[in-house]
């Protein structure tokens, strides 16, 4: 397969790494905020995994205090600039939002959370949140994805020391390696780790990864408490023929390589590219692709848009980026230069083919079928349904040891419950510390 | 379709939507443009004896919502300060151009006869239809002992109504100020010199906002200000009070008056016209809007005329008079209650929040299919009307009176009252 996008370049986005949504402007935010009701007991707050106090929040931009907007938000979700720009608002907080009862158009929480996180994070000189008395105890955090950053921040305000282990080169997780560049424009999640260190008493490793030179045991014995903040390190494979050839890859590792690659230099994409699957990250693959310059972009999902992990608004934007979506459709084989098909249907809940097949030429595939906790090194710890084990308290079945974001199985694999996660178990592992 | 012409103190108009004394009505070029664009009668930027005053620079100060929208405007400006007599020629050339408008011209002067009857022997020259005198502005003319240090003395009231009264054929309509204890007061001398009508009201005194920076008065002139005129949709209140304490007070019941103060729809309008006023003057909304809006405040009280069965204006001007009484008039026995239309409720849980915190807790909540239910606790309630005007939703709290059959008792005879008067028609 030859890689050689096609699509026009006056046919391109300007940069295809800018913001697919841009930041509001004052007089938007302005206009926007004062659409907040300043609810009672609010619907749209109950609906965040991190529990924001978004009228609050929003009426403070409506009156001027931009600081005291970023401060509400930031001290329940840390990650609220990230969040901000990619939560799937639609489905949490704008879903519940009762200006849609009259008028079907929520407040636009999750670009005033932005509106009001950017101005904090790019202008205060000083961490908005001080750390306590230093308590003398050590915490190990593995990953400094948004669970391990939201546990390792908690700590550390709370006069903990602690030290991130990273197996990567850059802290940030998902959100430096994970979502797609026009969500994360100009570089955010570098700017945003470098705030969430700012509060002091953390540390950062790279390049330790669990199973290398680091151990479980070793970090139970060396420090107070251990929080794991894994991830999902692995990718579901589609275990059809063809799955090995130049030009198939994982959706995961397509857009960590736009990311990664030196502004001015975006990685090729190929004429025709077919991505398999429907959550999030397919989306993103696929725009992502669209916006590099590929000709056609076909998503291809094996059951019907109802059952997409990706909600309905980030389909339709996917269509209107230009990428077409099939639905009822499973990956058959993927041969010189295209990829076959069966058609499916869905029999009483259950998925079945219909032996018709189609084949799409393609000369990139990219493969977005979920993925799954890579449990090496992670001895002694019970798991559950694929995914570590813990309680209410984040605590997992070995002492000392907690865990959190979406390598456990509280909710939704996104970053907000990351976040929250993260929180939750900082406090869990804050009270088993003092007490 | 409802007659909208309109007659005070003799002066016709085609319609009761008259331009204040103010910016708008400064000069020819504005006067013009606001004949054009509908309006039925100007009242001409308050004119002075010459030299004509000098204004300063930054003028305005403004209190605005959270969206920026004006609730009030307050300004520091002076009276005219165009020569007298560009003032005058300009007025002859528009009165020729639309004779069917309404051309009244304001004037202050000095605590002096002569100053007053010149003017007002001056205007009368021009074909002008009547005259308002300036008894109100509440800053920096009446550092000078004009405006509302006139306005602010009933006895000067009288003195200066009479003179121009004395000099003059034409109806003086006399501009009250809202800066006195007592409207009342002002009104009754006007009344006893002889004013044809009385309008108000002119601008409420205040300190509009603080530059937090300079730490100074808006508007700030080189890092100081002054207390200044308010007007805008926040005085409202205000002036129909004072409408209707002069129209429904036996000594001024039947003085006509031109209402001023905040009328920014033909809501407002028609809520001076019930309340005993026989035209509007507009300021503020056409500051902040242009002329245009006329269109609407003629269109649409117009169209409320009509469903509501008025002809004419003289059948809507003061309907609502007889029924401003005192609190000692009003029935003890009465009493309504809040219910809450759950089919329009969005569920933004502020009336309950209000009333728990702020009011008597008579808003309950249960969780109802995916959202919460609000109920009113009628036990509870004393029907204060919050709820209802905090929902977001139009009609979705709505005050129903509870049939209770009990007889109109006032509070001198209501048996709670430990000073009750013992009643001497006890049937
Ligand atoms: C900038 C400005 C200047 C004014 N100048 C005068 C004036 O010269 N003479 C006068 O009688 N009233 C003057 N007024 C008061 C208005 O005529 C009117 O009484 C007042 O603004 C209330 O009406 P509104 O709420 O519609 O503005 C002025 C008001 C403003 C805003
Ligand atoms: S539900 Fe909507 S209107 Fe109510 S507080 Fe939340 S954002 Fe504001
Ligand atoms: S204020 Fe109105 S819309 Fe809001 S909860 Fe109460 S009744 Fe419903
Ligand atoms: S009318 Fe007043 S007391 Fe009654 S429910 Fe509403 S806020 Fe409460």
């Excluded at chain 2, 100007?42 to 403004?62: F, H, I, M, Q």
């Excluded at chain 2, 006895?155 to 109504?161: D, G, H, P, R, W």
């Amino acid at each position: 397969m030859t890689l050689i996008a096609t699509l026009p370049t006056e046919d391109r986005p300007a940069s295809p790494y800018a913001d697919l949504t841009p930041p509001m402007t004052p007089v938007q935010a302005l206009a926007e905020s004062n659409r907040c009701l300043f609810c009672y007991d609010a619907p749209c707050v109950r609906a965040c995994p991190t529990g924001i106090d978004i009228p609050a929040f929003i009426r403070s931009i409506a009156t001027g205090n931009l600081k005291g907007a970023a401060t509400t938000i930031l001290s329940e979700n840390i990650m609220g600039g990230t969040c901000g720009r990619v939560c799937p608002t639609e489905t949490l907080c704008e879903q519940s939002c009762v200006r849609n009862r009259a008028e079907d158009r929520p407040v636009a929480i999750g670009r005033l959370q932005r509106h009001a996180t950017d101005r904090l994070i790019d202008g205060e000189p000083a961490h908005p949140f001080p750390r306590a008395a230093s308590t003398g105890k050590r915490v190990a955090v593995v990953g400094s994805g948004p669970a391990g950053l939201s546990c390792a921040h908690r700590l550390a305000t709370l006069g903990h020391d602690v030290t991130v282990f990273e197996a990567k080169p850059k802290s940030g997780g998902l959100n430096e390696y994970g979502l797609a560049p026009y969500k994360m424009a100009d570089d955010f999640a570098q700017r945003e780790v470098a705030f969430i260190l700012g509060v002091g008493g953390i540390t950062v490793e790279h390049g330790r990864r669990l199973g290398a030179d680091l151990s479980l045991e070793a970090l139970r014995r060396d420090f107070d408490a251990v929080f794991l903040g894994l991830g999902l390190g692995g990718n579901n494979r589609l275990n059809i023929p063809g799955e090995e050839r130049a030009g198939v890859e994982d959706a995961t590792a397509f857009i960590e390589r736009v990311r990664q690659a030196p502004p001015g230099q975006p990685p090729a994409v190929g004429r025709s590219v077919v991505v398999i699957g429907g959550g999030n990250t397919a989306i993103d693959a696929a725009i992502q692709a669209k916006r590099l310059g590929a000709e056609d972009v076909t998503l291809v999902y094996r059951r019907g848009r109802a059952q997409m992990g990706a909600t309905p608004w980030e389909q339709e934007l996917a269509q209107t980026e230009g990428v077409v979506l099939k639905t009822f459709a499973a990956p058959k084989d993927i041969g010189a230069d295209g990829i076959t098909f069966e058609r499916t249907r869905l029999v009483d809940g259950t998925l079945a083919g219909t032996g018709e097949t189609f084949t799409l030429q393609a000369d990139m595939v990219l493969k977005a079928v979920g993925q799954k906790l890579s449990a090496e090194a992670l001895d002694g710890l019970q798991l559950a349904g694929g995914k570590i084990a813990v309680d209410d308290a984040y605590r997992t079945t070995l002492a000392k040891v907690w865990a959190g974001g979406d390598c456990v199985g509280s909710g939704e694999d996104l970053t907000v419950q990351s976040v929250q996660d993260g929180k939750l178990a900082a406090l869990s592992i804050h009270s088993h510390l003092s007490a | 379709m409802a007659d909208l012409s309109s007659t005070i103190a003799g002066i016709r108009s085609p319609n009761p939507f008259w331009l204040a004394s103010a910016p708008p009505t400064d000069k020819l070029t504005n006067v013009v443009r606001a004949f054009k664009a509908g309006w039925g009668g100007v009242v001409w930027k308050t004119l002075g004896e010459d030299p004509p005053v000098v204004n300063v620079s930054s003028r305005y100060g403004a209190h605005l919502d959270t969206d920026r929208r004006l609730i009030g405007l307050n300004n520091i400006e002076l009276i005219s300060d165009r020569p007298l007599d560009v003032n005058l020629q300009e007025i002859i050339q528009v009165k020729r151009d639309f004779p069917d408008r309404a051309m009244v011209v304001s004037l202050m002067a000095r605590m002096a006869e002569e100053a007053w009857a010149g003017l007002a022997r001056k205007v009368e020259a021009t074909g002008a239809d009547g005259l308002e005198l300036n008894l109100g502005c509440p800053h920096g003319m009446c550092e000078r002992g004009m405006g509302s240090a006139i306005g602010q003395v009933p006895e000067m009231v009288e003195q200066v109504t009479r003179w121009v009264k004395n000099a003059t054929r034409m109806p003086v309509i006399v501009k009250l100020t809202p800066n006195i204890t007592n409207i009342l007061w002002s009104a009754e001398a006007a009344k006893r010199a002889g004013a044809d009508a009385v309008s108000l009201i002119n601008t409420v005194n205040s300190i509009v906002a603080v530059d937090l920076d300079s730490m100074a008065p808006t508007p700030v002139v080189d890092g100081k200000g002054s207390h200044g005129g308010y007007c805008g949709p926040a005085v409202k209140p205000i002036a129909l009070n004072m409408v209707a304490e002069i129209a429904r007070n036996p000594d001024t019941r039947g003085l006509p008056i031109s209402g001023i103060g905040g009328v920014t729809t033909w809501r407002d309008a028609a809520e001076f016209l019930a309340l005993g006023a026989t035209n509007v003057q507009v300021c503020t909304a056409a500051m902040t809007y242009g002329f245009k809006i006329v269109e609407d405040m003629i269109g649409g009280l117009s169209n409320w005329m009509d469903e509501k069965g008025y002809q004419t204006l003289d059948q809507l001007s003061g309907r609502a008079v007889c029924n401003v009484v005192n609190w000692n008039d009003l029935n003890m026995n009465f009493s309504t209650k809040a219910v809450i239309d759950p089919a329009l409720c969005i569920d933004c849980g502020r009336c309950h929040i209000v009333c728990e915190d702020t009011s008597h807790q008579a808003i309950r909540i249960d969780q109802g299919e995916g959202r919460r239910v609000f109920t009113v606790v009628n036990e509870e309630c004393v029907g204060c009307n919050l709820c209802s005007h905090i929902c977001p939703v139009p009609d979705c709290i709505t005050m129903v009176p509870e049939q209770n059959n009990l007889p109109y008792v006032t509070w001198p005879n209501d048996a709670r009252n430990p000073m009750r008067v013992p009643e001497a028609a006890a049937e």
